[in-house]
Each structure stands twice: as structure tokens, then as C-alpha cells.
């Protein structure tokens, strides 16, 4: 909203308050209050000293907080209380926590409870938990998430994992938990599992039964048995992006598939580490029947663009079958000239490169039936020359080490291409430098040069064919990002970015296509600027950033914008597990919006356009029941019939058997059609109990489940299952 709107607002929020609010006529003239609670509490003292407790004035204007008249019904006032150390526990200063992230806690508040917070030397800051327009709020209902959300059959990610590979999650942060038993504290993880690669030569896996553990116990990454924890923040947000559910604070931070189950891999950010990750994030769900998505907002420029280097092949060979998908961010090179190409045909092409530290990097690919030469020039002084099929060794100039790799070896076995790798280090100095390219062999053909170490830029280059690998693989959904938001609270006031970044335009960091070998890419485009998720409790944020809740922040990039694709994935597996990969690129780029600022696509700045899950919910065939044997349909049929539904501990089924049947079995499939548990049954049976385990005795996750009742006499109905922990 705008300043003057807000000024508004506050004005009216507390000439309602005054009508309703009765208090102790203390003074609340303390610097640990924020200025609003502080007018508020003070005004309210002014119009009655009755001791009575504080209505909740946002609350209060809300359907979901209705008045009373009697002080002993009203709640109090949500607050958000900072305290000087982090606090594991369900009540502070006798008050019941609602919400909290370590040094954060969520409370509500008469009166009375204020005033003994401000006695408490811990108690750093207490502000009002403000109805602010959180920033997930804005980016979901564009790309209209919300919608299916909220459908007569809501759809929001239940029975589909979305896995990460980033630098791991918050695994305390309320978004990531739910209520199981109702007692109105959270104590539920939706966290499967946890891979720390970074500890330990193989890494170390934590369950979620240990997470579980860990948080009914208090503890947290420093203490118990789970000892990751995500100090950059990354992991956290980009998940909270897809899968989060806003649990954590009355904001409304929901997350595109806010009931989908989470695995999270902290890695090491080595190519192989990630492949092994991704591997890790399918191996468990394979194990439990449920398809998968796994985002990963991550890459790097090393490497030919055209999908045939080992880490886009590994990405391609793990994502087959249905129920997996891989989404990858196209990378923040959108506005940086790292590129540089040139059509040769007998003839030269130049440009500059002009460093800005020790070293720079570049590699360089052209056809495998050309032979081109490739000089090096410094600022001054005699050039390096490197002809095709050549490694020039070391070369000394005055200005800095050159060494260039020129197809020395042949073609390249991944794409029987040439590559052309330069390295120049020990640099003095940002004169310009300058490459050129010359076609000696007179078949002539196209040349791409990438900066993919050090620090310089290109001169005159572009920043066209910049996804970043594993981007470019052909079996991933790769995604850019456009501007829906750039206005939000902070903890250091409202900040204002729309000159920067005007809403509904491609961000100008979004890395754009196309591949090498001229496949559009990204596919599609999703809100990236600028996005407010989970706040890892690990990581430090600066002030403009972090949402007044204290649980959230705000975040720009395409590493933002894929975890809205892979959310909108887990909606389309959780309608129909059976789609693979292609399936799932073809109903999203299919249903894509284009408009104004898309222009005319598919192009290799938006793809086919920006993510519309409504419109690709409504392209999903809904798949038909697993088949079922023996296929015979006599005049009367088993039945089965579950007595409760959903279950979260024990499925009680009943029973009846046609006349004469001599065997029978009852069957349960998960939703894409694996057979998860076969009991074979006495025909004299009338009922099964089902504990909610596999044949080889794992616990299932929830989801939605099918059973069938099969005898020699006939097939029962197919019957739906939902389990819900």
C-alpha cells in the first residue's frame, strides 16, 4: 500500500481500537516498545484505567477474531517479543509462545503480560504482529496459486515430496511444522529427512523422527541429535518458497505447495555432491511410493551450454520415469556481459576482456569440423598465439600469466566439439586485454566464449546464452524470474524498489537463452523480485530485509523464481502422480501467460511466458485407478468399506466377501500406482486392520492412497484413502 494509504490506515486501526480497547492506566512510554504498540497502550490507558485486557486491535478487524464483551474471552494482543538470546520452549513469562524462531518469540498479550515482559531484562523489543501485506501473498495470487489453494477440492501438495539441494533448511522454523494432535502447538515436522553433506566424508542423514525428536525436546542445531543448520539462509527461503505454509507468524507467508513433504540436502555445492543429492531426494521417494520434485537454485557457467557436460547428463539420467522433476534456476547473468560470440567464416572476431582482480577464466567452443586459432593479446607487447589443436604452456607477458588450451587434445567426446580453455592469472592492472577468434580451416561455423572464473567482464559482450548449468540440461524444467513485488515492511522502515524494479517485467538479472545448440531456454518465468520467505534462525540478514514478524525476509533471483515452479510441480503430481518430467514442462509452459511484457513467445528471455497454476491445473487428466486383478465381474461383488478416513495411526477396514469366494486379498497403491501393502486374507475375514506400513515394514507418509478388495469370485470398487499425521 502506499505511505499515505498506511498513514490511513494506523489512524483508523486505533480510533477502532479506542472505541473497544480497556486498560490499566499504566505508562508505556518504553524504549523496548514499538511506536505504534506504545500510542496504543497509551491512548487506551487515557480512555479507561479499569484493569481489563487488551482486545487485539488488528485482530479485531478481522473475521477470524470476533469481540467480546467479556474481558475473561479476550486473548490479548499478538505481539512479536525479540530477546537477547535464543529461547527453546512453549511458554515465556508465563505466556504461551505461538510462534518462534530462537530470539523471536510470537505471544499473546493482556495488558498485565506487557508490562511483566518489560520487567524481564531479556526482552529486547516487543511490537504489535501487524496485518501487513506479506510479500508471498503478493507472488502467489499472480502466478494464482491461490486459487487451487482455495478450489472446492483444494489442492495444495499433499502426498508429493519437494526436495531441495541448497545450503540446508531451518528444520525449527514453525513453517515447516504443523499441529498434529490439536493442542495448538506444532510439534510435527513435514521434514522427511535431512542430508548434511558437509559433515563427514558420505555426510550424515538425520529422519524426521529424529527432527521430531529434537523439537519436542527443545533443542536445536547446536544441541540434540540433529546438528545442521542453514547460516546462510538460502535453503531455508527457497524452500519456504515452494513448500512453507505461514504457520509461523500471522503474516500469511504461504508457500505455492504449503502441504507437500520436505527433504532437504545441505551440500558442498560440488557438481558431484549435488547429483548425489538429487539422487537421495528420488532413492527415499521411490522407498515411499510418493513422486517427487527437486529444486535446485544453484549453477555456475562451467561447461559446453548445450546439456552434454557429465553434471547436465547426470540431471537428465536421474529424472526419468513418472513422478520426478528436476527445476533449475536460470541464473542472475541476465544484465552482465560474461558472453561473448561471433559467426566466422575465413575471417576474425575480437573482443575485450578487462580484469578486475588476480585472474580471469574463460572458455570458449566452436564446431569440432572448424579449425580455429585463438591470439591473446595484453595491454602491450607481443601476442600469444594459439593454433588450433595447441596448448600454448605457460606464457609470461608484463602484465600477467596467459595459458590457452586450444583443442589440444581434439574434439570433445561429450559433443565432438572444440573448447577452447584461457586462463590469465597473476594480473596486474585493468588494462583491456583482447581475444581474437580466426578461422584457419575455412569451414567457418559459430563460436561461444563464457567468463567462468575470476574477476572481469567482457568488452562489448552480452548477456545472451547465459543460463547457467545445470540449466541447460534437456530434461529440467529451467525457470527465469519478473518482478511482482518491490515495496514491504521492515525492521528498518518501508522500502520502496519500484523504480528498480517495475512490476510484471522480466527481472534484468534473469539470465536468458538459448542453449549452445539452440534450444529455448528458460522454459517459463516465475515472481523473483523480490520475494519474502522463512528467515533461517542460523543466518544473519540486514534490517530492510527482514520483515517486521522477525521470521521472514526478503530475497531476489531466479533462485527465488524456480521454487514457485517446483511448488506449482508438486500441485500437478499431487492431482496426477503419474507425470514425468515432460509432462510436467508441457502443462506448464502450455498454460504460460503471455501478455504485454512477455511479447511474442516462446523467446530466450520468458520462454512460453509467466507461471499460471491454475491454467495448468486445468490441462491435468486425472489418471484412472491402478488396474486390478482378476478381472471377472460377477453379479456380486466384494466390498470393502473404511470405517474412518482420514487416519493418522491405524486404517480399519470392513469386509464382505461373495458367496464361495475361496481366496482373497486386499491391496493398497499409493497415488501413482505402486503397490505398497498386499494382505492376504481368510475367506471367513471380516475386517483388516492396516498399521500404515509397507510389506517390508517402513512407516508410509501421508497422502492419498487407493485400496482394492480382489477374491476369485470378483474385484471390489476402488476405494480412496488419506492419511493425515
Known amino acids: 500500500m502506499s505511505r499515505t494509504r498506511a498513514r490511513w490506515f494506523i489512524a483508523a486501526v486505533l480510533s477502532f481500537a479506542l472505541a473497544f480497547i480497556v486498560v490499566l492506566a499504566d505508562d508505556f512510554n518504553d524504549p523496548r516498545l514499538a511506536p505504534s504498540l506504545r500510542m496504543l497502550l497509551n491512548a487506551a490507558a487515557a480512555q479507561d484505567s479499569q484493569p481489563r485486557a487488551v482486545i487485539p486491535a488488528w485482530d479485531a478487524m478481522r473475521d477470524s477474531s470476533p469481540l467480546s464483551s467479556e474481558a475473561g474471552d479476550i486473548d490479548g494482543l499478538r505481539v512479536l517479543v525479540k530477546l537477547a538470546s ?47 501485506r506479506p510479500t508471498l501473498d503478493r507472488s502467489v495470487p499472480v502466478v494464482r496459486a491461490d486459487v487451487v489453494h482455495g478450489g472446492a477440492t483444494p489442492i495444495r501438495g499433499e502426498g508429493v515430496i519437494i526436495g531441495a539441494v541448497d545450503t540446508g533448511i531451518d528444520y525449527t522454523h514453525l513453517d515447516f511444522r504443523f499441529d498434529s494432535d490439536g493442542d495448538g502447538f506444532e510439534e510435527s515436522s513435514r521434514i522427511l529427512a535431512i542430508l548434511d553433506q558437509t559433515d563427514g566424508f558420505f555426510g550424515v542423514e538425520y529422519t524426521r523422527q529424529d527432527i521430531e525428536t529434537d523439537l519436542a525436546n527443545g533443542h536445536g542445531p547446536n544441541q540434540g541429535i540433529v546438528r545442521q543448520e542453514d547460516t546462510d539462509g538460502h535453503g531455508t527461503h527457497v524452500m519456504a518458497i515452494a513448500a512453507g505454509d505461514g504457520s509461523s507468524s500471522s503474516a500469511g507467508f504461504v508457500g505455492v505447495a504449503p502441504e507437500a513433504w520436505i527433504v532437504m540436502v545441505k551440500t558442498s555445492f560440488f557438481t558431484s555432491d549435488i547429483l548425489s543429492g538429487v539422487d537421495f531426494i528420488f532413492d527415499l521417494a521411490e522407498d515411499l511410493g510418493l513422486p517427487a520434485i527437486v529444486n535446485l537454485s544453484l549453477g555456475g557457467h562451467e561447461g559446453p551450454h548445450d546439456g552434454t557436460s557429465l553434471f547436465e547428463n547426470g540431471i537428465d539420467e536421474l529424472v526419468h520415469g513418472e513422478g520426478r522433476v528436476v527445476v533449475v534456476s536460470a541464473g542472475n547473468e541476465g544484465d ?78 561429450r559433443n565432438g566439439d572444440h573448447e577452447v580453455f584461457i586462463r590469465l592469472s597473476g594480473l596486474s592492472g585493468t588494462e583491456q586485454w583482447t581475444v581474437t577468434v580466426t578461422d584457419t580451416g575455412g569451414n567457418g561455423g559459430r563460436y561461444d566464449a563464457w567468463l567462468v572464473g575470476g574477476v572481469a567482464q567482457i568488452i562489448n559482450g552480452d548477456s545472451s546464452s547465459t543460463i547457467d548449468e545445470p540449466g541447460n540440461a534437456k530434461n529440467v524444467i529451467t525457470v527465469g524470474s519478473f518482478n511482482s513485488k518491490a515495496e514491504w515492511p521492515s525492521l528498518s522502515g518501508d522500502q520502496n524498489y519500484l523504480s528498480e524494479y517495475p512490476l510484471g517485467v522480466l527481472s534484468s538479472f534473469s539470465s536468458q537463452g538459448p542453449t549452445r545448440d539452440g534450444r529455448t531456454k528458460p522454459d517459463l518465468c516465475a515472481p523473483g523480485a523480490w520475494i519474502g520467505a522463512a528467515l533461517s534462525n542460523d543466518a544473519l540478514w540486514q534490517g530492510y530485509l527482514v520483515h517486521p514478524d522477525g521470521v521472514h525476509t526478503m530475497e531476489l533471483g531466479t533462485s527465488m523464481a524456480a521454487p514457485h515452479v517446483a511448488g506449482a510441480a508438486a500441485l500437478l503430481l499431487s492431482v496426477n502422480p503419474g507425470l514425468t518430467s515432460v509432462d510436467v514442462r508441457s502443462l506448464l509452459t502450455t498454460a504460460a501467460l503471455r501478455d504485454g511484457f512477455t511479447g511474442s513467445v516462446p523467446n530466450n528471455r520468458w520462454g512460453w511466458g509467466k507461471l499460471d497454476v491454475v491454467a495448468a491445473i486445468a490441462g491435468v487428466d486425472i489418471p484412472d485407478p491402478p488396474p486390478v486383478d482378476p478381472p471377472t465381474t460377477p453379479s456380486e461383488k466384494p466390498q470393502i468399506v473404511l470405517e474412518e478416513n482420514p487416519v493418522d495411526a491405524l486404517a480399519r477396514f470392513s469386509l464382505s466377501l461373495p458367496d464361495g469366494a ?20 481368510n475367506t471367513s475375514s471380516d475386517r483388516l486392520d492396516w498399521p500404515l506400513i509397507t510389506n517390508r515394514g517402513s512407516t508410509v507418509a501421508s497422502g492419498l492412497y487407493l485400496y482394492v478388495l480382489i477374491t476369485d469370485r470378483g474385484t471390489s470398487d476402488v476405494g480412496k484413502l488419506v492419511i493425515a499425521r
Open 662 to 681: 475361496t481366496t482373497a486379498t486386499v491391496r493398497i497403491y499409493s497415488a501413482n500406482g505402486a503397490l505398497v501393502y498386499e494382505a492376504p486374507l
Open 336 to 413: 552482465l556481459p560474461i558472453h561473448a560470440s561471433g559467426t566466422l567464416l575465413g575471417n576474425s572476431s575480437s573482443f575485450g576482456i578487462a580484469p578486475d582482480g588476480w585472474d580471469a577464466e574463460l572458455s570458449l567452443w566452436y564446431p569440432g569440423s572448424a579449425q580455429f586459432m585463438v591470439t591473446i593479446s595484453p595491454p602491450s607487447g607481443p601476442a600469444i598465439i594459439a593454433p588450433w589443436g595447441t596448448d600454448t604452456g605457460v606464457e609470461q607477458t608484463a602484465f600477467g600469466i596467459v595459458r590457452i588450451d586450444n583443442a589440444s587434445l581434439g574434439t570433445d567426446p
Open 86 to 132: 535464543p529461547y527453546s520452549g512453549r511458554r515465556f513469562n508465563g505466556l504461551p509462545i505461538t510462534a518462534s524462531t530462537g530470539t523471536i518469540l510470537g505471544l499473546n498479550a493482556t495488558t498485565d503480560g506487557i508490562a511483566d515482559l518489560l520487567a524481564n531484562e531479556a526482552v529486547v523489543y516487543i511490537e504489535p504482529a501487524h496485518q501487513a
